[in-house]
């Protein structure tokens, strides 16, 4: 979509085969047939155009690239080394994406994960692969997200979707914005020291040292995410923040009622304090009643819908992709990460894979396609794929 400083690098290249698994991992392009949104020749002359003059920020994805053979995946994550999908960050459109890491998968010592020592291994790791290559560049700044468009170049912002590492001791969270940390969710769906996750009880909220890991996010200049956490924890948060905050990756609870999507009141919440909520992809989150497959169109719905309750200077979107079989990925994580809790009980068809937004380098595109086709304007489109987001950063972001 852009010319990316992309040279052809590959995780890990600079080691020996033996140091690193040996694993066959997905293509990175062109896994599936996924469908391309239609445009004629002047609409994706307009598209090439908006990705040439504004920034395109994920809120949130996971740019690393699965194994063909996901039956031993927690024993491949266990050697605490991710690749990154650079052929397919390169065509993505990209200038800057939030990527979650493996945070609670990466189990190098436990299989619950979440573990201080594996957490910081994985950022360690991850970084250190990324400093071998030109085009992805580590985002401490809104200064970098913008130098890194003008250099050809991609953003990346190391996020975490829950803060149980930090244990009880508020001064890790220091720690880990030392390390590159800008974006810290405070639960994943089990509770923890700072509050409930979406497996909580719903009277459940955010702790005294809950409030305290706020000031401190608030302090330090980590933006602080909700997706995960329960309602209650939800709103406690929004309220103890004196900055807006993010609901990264979400949609509308109106339209599909299941635990993991937000209810109207937090996201209006959020968006009366400034935050902003960005529209989730991972497979079968995003349905509605309405279109039960889950696809573009479902997710677009989620889109539109909080665009017509909050307006469109709180919404963009935290596809949570992945390069690989997602939907395999939940299977073998299923119980590691608790996502039974999130899912609710209402009966849908399942898919293998959502069909337009399967992978981060065909998100954004078909997004902005589908935002042009559907009659949204320049100055709009603007600011749902990057400028609401930048917004938030230059007030959070404090140094």
Request: proline letters at 4%; one cysteine or more.
């Amino acid at each position: 979509m852009q010319n990316k400083r992309y040279d052809g690098y590959t995780s890990f290249q600079y080691l020996e085969p033996g140091d690193v698994p040996s694993v066959e991992l997905v293509a990175e392009l062109d896994r599936v047939p996924s469908t391309r949104v239609p445009t004629t020749e002047a609409q994706e002359a307009r598209v090439r155009q908006i990705f040439a003059d504004h920034l395109a920020i994920s809120l949130h994805d996971h740019c690393f690239v699965a194994p063909k053979d996901l039956s031993g995946f927690l024993e491949f994550r266990r050697w605490g080394r991710e690749f990154t999908g650079y052929e397919g960050m390169a065509a993505s459109g990209l200038d800057c994406v939030f990527d979650a890491m493996m945070d609670g998968t990466a189990m190098i010592t436990s299989r619950a994960g979440w573990k201080w020592e594996d957490v910081i291994f994985d950022i360690g790791m991850r970084l250190s692969d990324i400093a071998h290559q030109d085009m992805v560049k580590l985002a401490l700044t809104t200064e970098d997200i913008r130098a890194a468009k003008q250099g050809g170049r991609i953003a990346f912002v190391v996020s975490l979707e829950g803060a149980a590492m930090i244990e009880n001791e508020v001064d890790r969270i220091d720690v880990l914005y030392g390390l590159g940390v800008r974006s810290l969710g405070i639960a994943y769906s089990e509770g923890n020291a700072l509050g409930a996750g979406l497996k909580e009880p719903a009277h459940y909220g955010l702790t005294a040292f809950g409030r305290r890991a706020v000031k401190r996010m608030n302090q330090l200049g980590i933006a602080i995410d909700i997706s995960h956490a329960n309602d209650a924890t939800s709103m406690d948060t929004i309220e103890a923040s004196s900055h807006p905050i993010f609901i990264t990756h979400a949609g509308a609870r109106a339209l599909w009622d299941t635990p993991r999507l937000k209810p109207d009141e937090v996201i209006r919440a959020c968006a009366a304090k400034g935050g902003v909520i960005g529209i989730e992809a991972a497979p079968h989150t995003t349905i509605t009643r309405k279109t039960l497959t889950h696809s573009i169109e479902s997710f677009m719905e989620h889109f539109e819908y909080c665009v017509d309750l909050v307006g469109i200077d709180h919404v963009a979107f935290g596809p949570d992709a992945l390069f690989g079989d997602h939907v395999g990925l939940h299977h073998a994580l299923r119980e590691a990460l608790s996502l039974g809790a999130s899912k609710g009980t209402t009966p849908y068809p399942q898919v293998p894979y959502v069909d337009g937004v399967e992978n981060p380098a065909e998100a954004f595109p078909n997004i902005v396609r589908w935002l042009v086709t559907h009659g949204y304007g320049d100055e709009d489109i603007a600011k749902v794929i990057g400028g609401n987001i930048m917004r938030v950063l230059d007030e959070v972001w404090v140094r």
